[in-house]
């Protein structure tokens, strides 16, 4: 497990295996979500030791634990602002969010669209159920209008939010959805997400199989269409998207939405960053010199 | 008792009482002369009454005292609130145009200039304080060419053309004075030492880079936000991150995750975005990720007085997060310990693996003090603590959590081949598997607990227990905490001369608080005084719940205002005299 990886061999999905193997309620979405991003990992031959899997609290949240990466189980909702420090401390690792929609979109809202904003070089994975499963079963901020559940017995009164909307209208750089039937596409649109430079969002589809029984696995799997199979799509056109991502009903797009690599990262922004090399790495302390200045501005 | 001269500059935000402030602090320092000054101010950009008072002395001077010898009003709501409370000896310069001083008290001295007079081309209120410095300095026995080299320094943006008209209407008020006014008694003396004029903000920020922050992040919020401003304009220089994020708990996540990847880092705010800060200060606890926050206390509840000082904090600091873990709290004791104590209190941090909270108020935070450059050294110790930097070559499976009689676990950050592990804020195993879902465990549960719990004989070890000052068998000892060090020591000095030795107990770290020194002490001391610049005496309660100790009496303020040292002597006698045992010293000046 924690051998070091020393020649480049090739990675396999058996190198991301994590301590513990995931309590999920069996036929859980997190499952695929979990699968794809193994997948992707040792597609891109990022060794363990390279990723920090960062999550919040939830039933999704738990997937660092799972995994073989270095991990952080934070706090519900800060997985984000927790991330970013990660990430400016050492931009060369690649820095991975998971988390589901309650404490993306709900309690970690405003981190949400501030690491938009900022285009912090790391991988937003949303595991998105509709629903509040560790907390058995309440509404959330991706409910649909009227459904019933332990927090809303009559039917919710409020609409949802749509993330897809909410990332294109912060400057989300890449913005994409899964669903976590369909396991291929979504390992694909995860190494996308993971190579490009700048902030990368999927929302996935990760039904609960326990308190959501409004969307369903056949549910998406009647309504999910790829972006992929229209060939007259174009992901780097915002107003496309913008209309793409309204589309709910029968039919729903998966897939990637939109892409812009004209925005630089926030470590690129940086110009702390730009020479000197990763944070983390660096000497403590401050030259004699400068210092000697910082107190003289000061006679 | 010591020679001080203060002078006082006062009248609505925006009609520039900072560039007189400015211009006297950088006279007194390049004199060799020590400097204390406290702004009183409100939350407001233009109007209200500012009152700044800035003293000065060729020996330490550690407080903004009590009497004003020079009145500067900037227009007549000042001269209103202040010219009642100068004693015999003092003065007031003030533009005659605008301002008419009501019946003086005996013995002080009124200095009218006529700014429209005085300068050819008074064209801005600004011009008024100028030629107030000026008339200022030649009562004070100041050369005129010391103000040229500033004036000229202030204005040179400006350009030429205003460097001049600025010098040749302080020249016209200088020597206006010289034949109009009497000088002041004493002349203001100078020395050869050279003092840097520094706020507590400014030292808390440098204290961070010499203790090695490269991360840096915050939300504006008073009275902290001097720390980020230093930090902001420096950072590039220094090579340290400077973040601005969305609020209070971004700050201390982004702060932790960039702590965990393994540099220092450090934080500033306010009591309310502390309020925030503290299920992240438990993550801080649980994860084992040393973080320093700053807390800037300012007067509460809630929103308070955002511009007025206030000890308020200190049950916020002792309770913040759920449940019990390690910390480290301290509370800097004047402006230069802003800079020793943020150095020491990261390598506690570090050594200790927990967070480490400083406890500043805007009475240190906001005030300027000179400081000598000695006290600047940025060479200070580092100590990382048992922090794993190269791979893990032999391949042994690595414990995160690993328990360990000092209860400190040898810290790997993300990014070394052989040390992969995930960290977690739920109980956690020591390899960091979780033990709060279904594999709940009690004894293992009770391991980890008492594993992190055990750092904290290390810390107490770790810090030294304060000392009294003054004789030790004096009739009256003094207690206070973090910035009330200065001026309860001036007002040991005054009773002592007037015939009530008194002695002194300044406490700067208050977890661990070494309640067993501090009980030896006062056990020997003759009559115990809190002083504390709170209501309900929080470090009263603090200590009576740690060590059963209750003192005789309490002094305590919560008006805003920070003590003046005849708040304090004049309840002392108080209780001596035993009127009271709780005084609530009246703040005399309207600001």
């Known amino acids: ?299 | 008792m010591k020679y001080t001269f203060a002078v006082g500059i006062g009248g609505a935000a925006g009609q520039g009482v900072a560039t007189p402030g400015n211009i006297f602090a950088k006279i007194f320092a390049r004199r060799g002369l020590h400097l204390f000054a406290y702004n009183a101010y409100q939350s407001i950009i233009r109007g209200g009454h500012t009152f700044l008072t800035i003293r000065t002395g060729p020996e330490e001077v550690t407080n903004h005292g009590d009497r004003i010898d020079l009145l500067i009003p900037l227009n007549q709501d000042c001269m209103d609130r202040h010219l009642d409370l100068l004693g015999p000896g003092a003065a007031v310069i003030y533009n005659s145009d605008s301002i008419q001083p009501n019946n003086p008290p005996d013995g002080v001295r009124l200095c009218p200039l006529s700014a429209r007079q005085l300068s050819a081309s008074s064209r801005n209120k600004v011009e008024q304080n100028t030629l107030a410095v000026a008339a200022s300095l030649s009562m004070m026995g100041v050369g005129f060419q010391t103000l040229e080299e500033i004036l000229s320094q202030q204005f040179k943006k400006k350009g030429d053309a205003v460097v001049e008209e600025n010098i040749s209407g302080a020249r016209s008020a200088y020597q206006y004075a010289t034949e109009h006014f009497e000088p002041f008694p004493t002349a203001l003396p100078r020395t050869e030492n050279g003092y840097a004029v520094v706020t507590g903000n400014m030292a808390l920020a440098m204290g961070g880079a010499a203790a090695g922050v490269k991360f840096y992040c915050a939300y504006p919020m008073s009275p902290s936000t001097g720390v980020l401003h230093w930090m902001a304009a420096h950072a590039r220089k220094a090579g340290i991150m400077v973040r601005q994020v969305e609020d209070e708990i971004g700050v201390i996540n982004m702060a932790i995750g960039a702590a965990h990847t393994g540099v220092r880092t450090m934080c500033a705010t306010s009591g309310g975005g502390f309020a925030l800060m503290t299920e992240g200060l438990g993550m801080s606890a649980m994860i084992e990720t040393p973080v320093v926050v700053i807390n800037v206390q300012r007067a509460g509840p809630s929103t308070g007085v955002p511009t007025k000082t206030e000890q308020g904090d200190l049950w916020q600091m002792l309770g913040a997060g759920l449940g019990d873990y390690p910390r480290i709290i301290a509370a800097p004791l004047d402006i230069p310990d802003c800079f020793k104590l943020t150095t020491e209190m990261h390598n506690l941090a570090d050594r200790f693996q927990c967070p480490g909270i400083i406890l500043s108020d805007l009475l240190l935070s906001e005030g300027h003090a000179s400081v000598d450059p000695k006290d600047l050294d940025f060479n200070v110790p580092i100590d990382r603590g048992e922090l794993i930097t190269s791979p893990n070559g032999n391949g042994e499976p690595y414990k995160r959590y690993l328990i360990t009689e000092s209860g400190i676990s040898p810290r790997a950050i993300p990014g070394l081949p052989g040390y992969v592990h995930t960290v977690a804020t739920d109980e956690h195993m020591e390899d960091g598997v979780l033990i709060s879902d279904e594999f709940t465990d009690p004894v293992k549960r009770r391991a980890m607990m008492e594993k992190r719990q055990r750092k904290v004989a290390g810390i107490e070890a770790a810090v030294p227990p304060p000392w009294l000052t003054g004789p030790a068998d004096a009739d009256v000892t003094l207690i206070g905490w973090g910035s009330t060090k200065g001026v309860i020591e001036e007002a040991a000095e005054i009773l002592t001369a007037e015939g009530i030795t008194t002695n002194q107990l300044q406490i700067r770290w208050l977890v661990p608080l070494n309640g067993d020194t501090i009980t030896g002490i006062l056990k020997e001391s003759r009559r115990t005084i809190i002083v504390e610049n709170n209501y309900s005496g929080q470090f009263a309660r603090y200590l009576r719940s740690e060590t059963s100790f209750v003192p005789d009496g309490h002094i305590r303020k919560y008006d805003g205002e920070p003590f003046m040292p005849h708040h304090i002597v004049e309840a002392v006698k108080d209780q001596l005299a035993g009127r009271t045992t709780l005084s609530v010293p009246a703040h005399e000046i309207r600001v």
Not at chain 1, 30 to 37: K, S, Y
Not at chain 1, 144 to 152: E, Y
């Open chain 1, 1 to 299: 497990m924690a051998a070091v990886i020393e020649t480049q061999v090739a990675l396999t999905v058996a190198d991301f295996k994590g301590k513990v193997d995931p309590d999920w309620c069996p036929g859980c979405g997190d499952f695929g979500v979990l699968a794809a991003l193994k997948a992707a990992l040792a597609d891109l031959n990022i060794a363990p030791h390279e990723a920090v899997t960062i999550s919040g609290i939830g039933c999704s949240s738990n997937l660092p634990g799972f995994i073989n990466t270095y991990g952080m189980h934070t706090l519900h909702g800060r997985a984000l602002a927790v991330a970013t420090g990660v990430k400016l401390a050492n931009h060369d690792l690649h820095v991975i969010v998971t988390g589901g929609d309650g404490d993306g979109f709900g309690i970690g809202g405003n981190h949400f669209l501030h690491t938009m904003r900022r285009n912090v070089d790391l991988l937003y994975v949303a595991m998105d159920n509709q629903i509040y499963g560790l907390t058995t079963g309440q509404c959330s901020p991706t409910s649909r209008l009227g459904m019933k559940t332990k927090s809303t017995p009559f039917g919710s009164v409020e609409g949802p939010i749509n993330p897809i909307v909410l990332a294109l209208a912060a400057g989300a750089t890449f913005i994409a959805r899964g669903f976590s039937g369909e396991p291929k596409h979504l390992t694909e649109l995860m190494k996308q997400g993971i190579r490009h430079k700048g902030f990368s969002f999927i929302d996935v589809f990760s039904p609960c199989v326990t308190y959501n029984l409004d969307n369903t696995y056949p549910w998406f799997k009647q309504r999910v269409r790829k972006l992929e199979s229209d060939s007259s799509y174009d992901p780097t056109n915002w107003d496309a998207a913008m209309e793409k991502a309204q589309m709910w009903g029968d039919e729903i797009p998966i897939g990637k939405f939109f892409e812009r690599t004209d925005i630089p990262a926030l470590d690129e922004a940086e110009p702390v960053l730009d020479v000197g090399g990763p944070l983390a790495h660096r000497r403590v302390g401050i030259p004699a010199e400068l210092a000697r200045q910082f107190v003289e501005e000061l006679m």
